[in-house]
Nanobody
Framework: VQLVESGGNLVEAGGSLTLSCTAS????????IGWFRQAPGKEREAVSA??????????????YYANSVTGRFTISSDSAKNTVYLQMNRLTPEDTAVYYC???????????????????WGQGTRVTVSP
């Protein structure tokens, strides 16, 4: 049971990157996935999340974004590949961080940004944005 992030790199400000989070060992469609990041010397913060679609609960496949990335980042999911993507555009040096994906049984608009709702974490992928 694991999550593996990839796609981190060094990019110039204004550039784009797409991060991938590939799941294995569990039923992908039963869970939502969140992206968090931790910049040097700072606390980990929530970036985005996508809840799973489950007709038996209230979780309906919504996506959520931190204010700092709204309009620049897009989260998407490919069930066939057990992968969640984070497309990051118009990157700035403030986006420099290690990015982690994490699994959640379900979040909504009021809970998605709390890491206590996530029970499985990847090892992280580093994104560096140069000025």
């Amino acid at each position: 049971v694991q999550l593996v992030e990839s796609g981190g790199n060094l990019v110039e400000a204004g550039g784009s990157l797409t991060l991938s989070c590939t799941a294995s060992g569990f039923t992908f469609d039963d869970y939502g996935i969140g992206w968090f990041r931790q910049a040097p010397g700072k606390e980990r913060e929530a970036v985005s999340a996508i809840s799973h679609i489950d007709e038996t609960t209230f979780y309906d496949g919504h996506s959520y974004y931190a204010n700092s990335v709204t309009g620049r980042f897009t989260i998407s999911s490919d069930s066939a590949k057990n992968t969640v993507y984070l497309q990051m555009n118009r990157l700035t040096p403030e986006d420099t961080a290690v990015y982690y994906c994490a699994r959640t049984e379900g979040v909504d608009g009021s809970t998605w940004h709390f890491d206590l709702f996530y029970d499985l974490w990847g090892q992280g992928t580093r994104v560096t944005v140069s000025p």
